[in-house]
């Protein structure tokens, strides 16, 4: 490899979610939680806006891999909305199927590798009303029939899966730290759920290499730079510890196949070990735990400060990277990086950073074979809605015109020149 130069078969990436882009899903939790917010005045309401059409992706698709295409995008990974394949409990809708069939194949002809995500933060209304993430047993059996129906059916024209989007993210944002819906702040129930998440990650994998054992598979996972905002506080070490443990036991559970504390007292998960074939990593930013709240380096509340520059901390991405590594021995793809900002110098310096941790990583061994843009297009950001804009092409909203930025045109000289 010539000085600063990626290996000929890095794979450069974008990456999106059904949910953000779509537009009018209307059958699944998110939407549900979003109607409820609506009902609240405005200033109690903790969802900014309501998703709607989003870029209507769902029948721009084509148009917008043509753009990917454009960039010089080489794989790109997408996620299917299981409350459209199954918007009741036992009834699939052939019709979605093959609309997402037809997805992966505008991809292929263009040359373009598919990463299928399986579940990224939504469940269907109906699982809800069966009590949803706190019924595990049945979101599994039902996870479990959507995996096997999208398998047989998609399974031929995917090259890397992810059976879920980030296990640790709901069971933290909904459920410890009330960022997300349904806002509630007990670590218990995370706990309880992220088991649940583990165990859907595990079915789901053993699914999947039923059918399709040479196939590569994972999920991807959030790493967060988690750094105590003052080193000598106790509180802010002992959060910094248990979230770093929290995160931690996950991938030892793929490498034993049980689950130690915080999330369990060592119980054996069916299936979970060995449930990884190379890993998926999403970074984005560091946090600073500050008593039991998450800010920036100047001490502003995380939230508030949206991944502005006080969380930017590319390091952090190497040093997930190499910590991953070490623990697991497997081939590393970044899923998911990038920064939510109108500011195009600002989007460029980010991704170039990040892009340099990587190499750094390669350098040193490590076998990391691509990296994802999060995201391809502007699209919906859960509870800020559409304020945040992280696409390396714009999308106007009113006209649904889309525009590659000075963002997408860097990164496809990039992808030309192998360097940075
Ligand atoms: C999620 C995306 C989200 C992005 C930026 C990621 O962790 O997977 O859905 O848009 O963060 O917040």
Redesign the pocket.
Known sequence: MSKNKFPDNFMWGTAI?AY?SEGNNFNNDWYYYEQEELKKPEKYRKILEPCGISCDHWNRYEGDFELAKEIGIQIHRLSIEWSRVFPQKDKVDNDALEHYKNMLLALKKKNIKVMLCLH??TIPKWLVKMGGYMNGNAVIDNYSKYITTVVDFLGADVDYWLTM??PN?IPTAAYMIGLFPPFKKNPMVSIKIFRTFIRMHAEAYGIIKGRFPNTQVSC?Y?QTGLTPYNPYNPIDRLMVYHGKLFNQRFFDGIKTGRLYYPLGLGDKIDNLKGSLDFIGL?Y?YRVFAKGFAFTDIDGNDFHGAY?GEGLFYPEGLYQKIKQLYRILKLPIIVT?N?T?TNDETFRIKYLEAHIKEVYHAIQEGIPVIGYMV??LLD?F??QQGYKER?GLIHVDYKTQKRTIKKSGKWFSRVIKTKEI
Do not use: D, Y
């Open positions: 979610s953000q990224h933060f989007n980030e993210v991807s959030l999403n984005f991944m998911e990038g939510p999060w995201s699209n950001e859960w992280f």
